[in-house]
C-alpha cells in the first residue's frame, strides 16, 4: 500500500532560524513522483515542487531545498532563514500509481509556526 | 494566470439540507478532485472525476455525491448533510497522467462547511 507520513505535526521556530520539514513515504512503484504544497492561512494549497522517482537531485529554489533519498525513501523540505510569512501548513505528497486519473496521496500535514 | 474557483469561502447549513459545493477550473483539465480537510487528518480524497459525466469513488465517499456534467464544472453534493461533514472541502483540478506536468493538481481556495 501507498502511504505518506509526516511525523511532525506542528513545528515552531523563531525567524532567522532553518527548519526541516520531513517526510518518508511508502510505495512499491518505480515510477513515482513526490510533492511539496503550502497551505498559508488564505486556505489555497500552492504548489512548491514535484520530484520524478528517477531524479534524486536535490533542488534549491531561493531558500527553500529539498533533499530527496530514495534509500530512505524520504523527500525532506528544509526552509533557510525563515520568515513570519512561512508560516502555513505544508503537506507531502505521493503520486499513485498505476493511474491515469493523477491522484495523489496526501501526508497528514506539517503546522509551521515562524514567530518574530 | 491558472484558475480554480469555488463557489463558497464559507457556508452554514442545517442537518438535513441538501448541499452543493460547486467548483470550476479554467484550464481545460480532464482531471477534478474533491477533498476533505480535518486537522490532523489531511486531506482525504471523497471523489474524482477524470472525464465528463466519469465520476470515481475516493478513500471517504459515504454521504456525498458528485456530478460532472461540464468540462469545467465539478459539484459535490451533501444528499443530507450532518454535523460530522463540518469540515473544510478544498476542490482540485491536473492534466492527465501521461501531460508534462503530471500528477500537479491546482487547489482552489476552499469552502469551510458548518452543519449544524
Not at chain 1, 44 to 67: A, K, T
Not at chain 1, 81 to 87: G, H, I, L, R, T
Not at chain 2, 80 to 92: D, E, K, R
Request: glycine share 6%.
Amino acid at each position: 500500500a501507498q502511504k505518506v507520513t509526516q511525523a511532525q505535526t506542528e513545528i515552531s521556530v523563531v525567524e532567522k532560524e532553518d527548519v526541516t520539514l520531513d517526510c518518508v513515504y511508502e510505495t512499491r512503484d518505480t515510477t513515482y513522483y513526490l510533492f511539496w504544497y503550502k497551505q498559508p492561512p488564505s486556505g489555497e494549497l500552492v504548489f512548491l515542487i514535484r520530484r520524478n522517482s528517477f531524479d534524486e537531485q536535490n533542488e534549491i529554489s531561493g531558500r527553500y531545498s529539498w533533499n530527496f533519498q530514495k534509500s530512505t525513501s524520504s523527500f525532506n523540505f528544509t526552509i533557510t532563514a525563515s520568515q513570519v510569512v512561512d508560516s502555513a501548513v505544508y503537506f507531502c505528497a505521493l503520486s499513485e500509481n498505476p493511474s491515469n486519473t493523477g491522484k495523489l496521496i496526501f501526508g497528514q500535514g506539517t503546522t509551521l509556526q515562524v514567530k518574530p | 494566470d491558472v484558475k480554480v474557483t469555488q463557489s463558497s469561502r464559507y457556508l452554514v447549513k442545517r442537518t438535513g439540507e441538501k448541499v452543493f459545493l460547486e467548483c470550476v477550473q479554467d484550464m481545460d483539465h480532464e482531471n477534478m478532485f474533491w477533498y476533505r480537510q480535518d486537522p490532523g487528518l489531511g486531506l482525504r480524497l471523497i471523489y474524482f472525476s477524470y472525464d465528463v459525466k466519469m465520476k470515481e469513488k475516493g478513500d471517504i465517499p459515504e454521504g456525498y455525491s458528485v456530478s460532472r456534467e461540464k468540462k469545467e464544472r465539478f459539484s459535490l453534493i451533501l444528499e443530507s448533510a450532518s454535523t460530522n461533514q463540518t469540515s473544510m472541502y478544498l476542490c482540485a483540478s491536473s492534466s492527465p497522467a501521461l501531460a508534462r506536468s503530471s500528477y500537479e493538481q491546482y487547489f482552489g481556495p476552499g469552502t469551510r462547511l458548518t452543519v449544524t
